[in-house]
């Protein structure tokens, strides 16, 4: 009976330990999704004013015979595809559904050429029928503009030479409790319809179309980042959420276990002892 005591004060503690990590990794990653949920407030209307312009200019570019392989495509089969996951687990489905959803996204592509964003894609997709072209394993725990820009070159390197198309596969995020996984298109540029206008430009529409679509690949690719960040930092607050409340719960069955078996081995030790008292007074 004591044996069983102690096995279960032991195992309190080891429950307690983990409820401790648990609620400390959600403090922390209720506090991240407040900070990217501001950053990406911020990006949000840039991408989409950048869009505007860039579609309409790209009209404009059109009919006076300005081609530009960002925004008109180029002629080339392969298929870039950026997967943009977490460096650490603890956040639930996160890593799974992305993996998921490039592998799917690469069965339907020629020639498919991986950039995995993450130690977490790095490690599933170099295991993988598809070459793993780059990798970026902690380098945007906080989304910044120069590793969207790397990131940028990196695919326009093996843009119009490898491939004539890149996607991108990341995590929308809704809201703190809605998250959904996404592959969108990123080369050429997926523009909405513009509208053709009468525009002085200078020093010429060619070099402003090229600079813009840069940009707004830029930005683009940062704002992946940034609600990729917001979706990594709300899945794994639900999970350390759900981890501390089982937790709590394990503990309470715990505890009532502990009680019980300590109010049994109490109960036998005190018959042993009016046992041996009433030998005694026989004798």
Same mark, same amino acid.
């Given at each position: 009976m004591g044996a069983?005591?102690r ?8 429950v307690r ?9 959600y403090t922390i990653?209720?506090t ?5 949920k501001?950053?990406?407030a911020a990006?949000?209307p840039?991408?989409e004013?950048?869009e505007?312009?860039?579609a309409d200019?790209?009209?404009t570019?059109? /009919? ?7 925004? &008109?495509g180029?002629? @080339?089969t *392969?298929?870039?595809? %950026?997967?943009? =996951?977490?460096d650490?687990g603890l956040?639930?489905r ?7 959803a490039?592998?799917?996204l690469?069965?339907q592509k020629a020639?498919v /050429? ?7 894609? &790095?490690?599933?997709? @170099?295991r *993988?029928p598809?070459? %793993?072209?780059? =990798? ?21 390197g093996?843009?119009?030479?490898e ?7 990341y995590?929308?995020?809704?809201g703190?409790l809605?998250?959904?996984v ?6 050429p540029l ?10 002085l430009?200078e ?7 090229n ?8 930005g683009?690719?940062?704002?992946v980042?940034l609600?990729?960040?917001a979706?990594e930092?709300a ?5 350390m959420k759900a981890?501390?409340d ?15 078996a300590r109010q049994?081995?109490?109960?036998t030790?005190?018959?042993?002892i009016m046992?041996g ?7």
């Amino acid at each position: 009976m004591g044996a069983r005591v102690r096995q279960i004060r032991r195992r309190i503690g080891n429950v307690r330990h983990v409820r401790q990590i648990t609620k400390a990794m959600y403090t922390i990653a209720a506090t991240q999704v407040i900070q990217r949920k501001r950053a990406l407030a911020a990006a949000r209307p840039f991408t989409e004013a950048a869009e505007r312009v860039l579609a309409d200019l790209a009209v404009t570019a059109h /009919r006076e015979g300005v081609i530009h392989p960002l925004v &008109h495509g180029v002629d @080339r089969t *392969g298929t870039a595809v %950026l997967v943009i =996951s977490s460096d650490r687990g603890l956040c639930g489905r996160y890593v799974g559904d992305l993996n998921r959803a490039g592998t799917e996204l690469a069965r339907q592509k020629a020639e498919v /050429r991986f950039f995995a964003g993450g130690d977490k894609a &790095h490690r599933h997709f @170099r295991r *993988g029928p598809w070459p %793993l072209a780059r =990798s970026y394993v902690h380098a945007y725990d906080r989304p910044t503009v120069e590793v969207a820009q790397r990131m940028r070159d990196d695919l326009l390197g093996l843009y119009g030479q490898e491939v004539g198309e890149a996607y991108v596969v990341y995590t929308y995020f809704r809201g703190e409790l809605a998250q959904q996984v996404r592959a969108e298109r990123l080369l050429p540029l997926d523009l909405p319809p513009g509208r053709p206008r009468d525009l002085l430009v200078e020093p010429d529409l060619g070099t402003v179309l090229n600079e813009l679509a840069n940009l707004y690949l830029t930005g683009r690719l940062l704002r992946v980042l940034l609600e990729a960040k917001a979706s990594e930092h709300a899945v794994r607050r639900q999970a350390m959420k759900a981890a501390t409340d089982n937790a709590d719960d394990l503990l309470g069955k715990l505890t009532l276990s502990y009680n019980k078996a300590r109010q049994q081995r109490i109960t036998t030790e005190l018959a042993d002892i009016m046992g041996g008292a009433e030998a005694l007074r026989e004798e």
